[in-house]
């Protein structure tokens, strides 16, 4: 008798996330374990609630569709499962939920937290003999997942990353007077997407001008130090930060003390207004910051075609992998070579990559903290290669109808 299985997606969005889940249905539909696929809306909180979409039936052009659909087709949660130590009842009901409708595996699609799940999972499953397999498919713009060479969602958006660095620097030299533009990218404890706005540079342009990343030391004074040396031959000078740049002791450029969320992580806001203030109190330039906050996580119509490709390879992996009886294991990429760029798919231990995370390495990083290597630029530009498909109606870009997720849409 086959087996059903569940899917499900949590963390923050990506564009690249739902290309992993139609990687996961197809391997799925045409594999003969599995008679049902089930897709959790919400996480795994959709599952202690039942709330699932029967997928089995996908069509292939809705599988295509939703390679190129951005943020996640089945929601997402930020739930934190506890140690079993502590409470062990939510395991039994979702265990319990898993027997009764014949679930032979779990595949989950998400970070850090997300593999810490998959990784309590497991470990459950095996302490009671279930035979269930939970296999963990990585997603994050971060690019923090460790054992892996990049994970599916970054490429995408260090290409808006890179695309919008270039674009501001357009509409900053078109005006004869000295300036300074901060822009703040996400990162709170590791710089890859900050270090991405430096393939924005080309042969007349150099900005970002300065980048800082948070495995640096950040120090205020040597901070206005570097632009004051860039200002008499730099009219207009353009630098990337990392929302969470720190200074030698620690803390918070943007905030001594900051809110945490479930998983313990800081939530950062404001580092490029409080240096756009330092800037204007040093300086007395003209000086203005922009938050590129949420807006590179779902912009489908600027995804890299090698991301979405990989995402959906590594969906499919999972899916092979489980059939075979593998479980506590996480899908991924390790790299060949850069020139030409190849690579091997590969499976880890999920326990050697939950709620650890993977840091630039300081030789990546010029001496002087406040540039990327070349070597950086050769690790990431491959993986912003190829431009996807776009369908447009009334000159708005369009995506497959996620309705399900809206509670008062009907």
């Given at each position: 008798?086959?087996?059903?299985?569940?899917?499900?997606?949590?963390?923050?969005?990506?564009?690249?996330?739902?290309?992993?889940?139609?990687?996961?249905?197809?391997?799925?539909?045409?594999?003969?374990?599995?008679?049902?696929?089930?897709?959790?809306?919400?996480?795994?909180?959709?599952?202690?609630?039942?709330?699932?979409?029967?997928?089995?039936?996908?069509?292939?052009?809705?599988?295509?569709?939703?390679?190129?659909?951005?943020?996640?087709?089945?929601?997402?949660?930020?739930?934190?499962?506890?140690?079993?130590?502590?409470?062990?009842?939510?395991?039994?009901?979702?265990?319990?939920?898993?027997?009764?409708?014949?679930?032979?595996?779990?595949?989950?699609?998400?970070?850090?937290?997300?593999?810490?799940?998959?990784?309590?999972?497991?470990?459950?499953?095996?302490?009671?003999?279930?035979?269930?397999?939970?296999?963990?498919?990585?997603?994050?713009?971060?690019?923090?997942?460790?054992?892996?060479?990049?994970?599916?969602?970054?490429?995408?958006?260090?290409?808006?990353?890179?695309?919008?660095?270039?674009?501001?620097?357009?509409?900053?030299?078109?005006?004869?007077?000295?300036?300074?533009?901060?822009?703040?990218?996400?990162?709170?404890?590791?710089?890859w997407l900050t270090a991405a706005s430096a393939l924005a540079r080309n042969?007349?342009?150099?900005?970002?001008?300065?980048?800082?990343?948070?495995?640096?030391?950040?120090?205020?004074?040597?901070?206005?130090?570097?632009?004051?040396?860039?200002?008499?031959?730099?009219?207009?000078?353009?630098?990337?930060?990392?929302?969470?740049?720190?200074?030698?002791?620690?803390?918070?450029?943007?905030?001594?003390?900051?809110?945490?969320?479930?998983?313990?992580?800081?939530?950062?806001?404001?580092?490029?207004?409080?240096?756009?203030?330092?800037?204007?109190?040093?300086?007395?330039?003209?000086?203005?910051?922009?938050?590129?906050?949420?807006?590179?996580?779902?912009?489908?119509?600027?995804?890299?075609?090698?991301?979405?490709?990989?995402?959906?390879?590594?969906?499919?992996?999972?899916?092979?992998?489980?059939?075979?009886?593998?479980?506590?294991?996480?899908?991924?990429?390790?790299?060949?070579?850069?020139?030409?760029?190849?690579?091997?798919?590969?499976?880890?231990?999920?326990?050697?990559?939950?709620?650890?995370?993977?840091?630039?390495?300081?030789?990546?990083?010029?001496?002087?903290?406040?540039?990327?290597?070349?070597?950086?630029?050769?690790?990431?530009?491959?993986?912003?290669?190829?431009?996807?498909?776009?369908?447009?109606?009334?000159?708005?870009?369009?995506?497959?109808?996620?309705?399900?997720?809206?509670?008062?849409?009907?």
């Amino acid at each position: 008798m086959k087996k059903n299985c569940i899917v499900a997606q949590s963390g923050g969005p990506t564009v690249a996330i739902n290309a992993s889940l139609a990687g996961v249905i197809k391997e799925a539909i045409q594999s003969d374990c599995y008679e049902t696929v089930y897709g959790s809306i919400h996480g795994i909180q959709g599952v202690f609630k039942r709330e699932f979409l029967d997928l089995s039936k996908s069509s292939d052009r809705f599988i295509e569709q939703l390679k190129y659909t951005p943020a996640m087709y089945l929601g997402s949660c930020r739930y934190k499962l506890p140690d079993t130590e502590e409470d062990i009842t939510a395991y039994e009901t979702l265990f319990a939920i898993f027997e009764e409708m014949n679930i032979g595996a779990f595949f989950y699609i998400g970070g850090n937290d997300s593999m810490d799940t998959v990784a309590k999972l497991s470990k459950y499953a095996q302490s009671i003999g279930s035979p269930i397999r939970v296999v963990g498919i990585p997603k994050t713009i971060d690019n923090d997942l460790v054992g892996v060479d990049h994970t599916p969602g970054f490429g995408s958006a260090a290409k808006y990353i890179a695309s919008s660095m270039r674009e501001m620097a357009y509409d900053t030299y078109i005006y004869d007077l000295n300036s300074v533009l901060i822009v703040e990218i996400m990162g709170r404890d590791a710089g890859w997407l900050t270090a991405a706005s430096a393939l924005a540079r080309n042969s007349f342009s150099k900005a970002p001008h300065l980048i800082y990343l948070p495995e640096v030391a950040f120090d205020k004074d040597n901070f206005i130090k570097d632009i004051q040396a860039l200002m008499p031959t730099t009219k207009n000078i353009i630098i990337a930060v990392s929302e969470g740049i720190r200074d030698k002791n620690g803390n918070y450029i943007s905030a001594t003390t900051a809110a945490a969320d479930k998983f313990g992580h800081a939530q950062l806001s404001g580092t490029g207004k409080c240096l756009e203030l330092l800037v204007k109190e040093r300086l007395g330039v003209k000086v203005r910051s922009v938050e590129i906050n949420v807006l590179q996580r779902c912009a489908a119509h600027m995804a890299s075609m090698a991301d979405i490709d990989e995402a959906f390879l590594l969906g499919s992996l999972a899916v092979e992998k489980a059939s075979e009886g593998h479980t506590a294991i996480m899908t991924g990429l390790v790299r060949t070579s850069n020139t030409p760029y190849t690579y091997e798919l590969i499976t880890l231990p999920v326990s050697e990559v939950a709620n650890q995370a993977k840091e630039v390495p300081r030789h990546w990083i010029n001496d002087s903290g406040n540039d990327v290597t070349s070597d950086m630029i050769d690790y990431i530009k491959p993986l912003l290669e190829g431009e996807v498909p776009t369908n447009y109606v009334d000159g708005v870009v369009d995506y497959l109808d996620v309705s399900h997720l809206i509670p008062d849409s009907n």
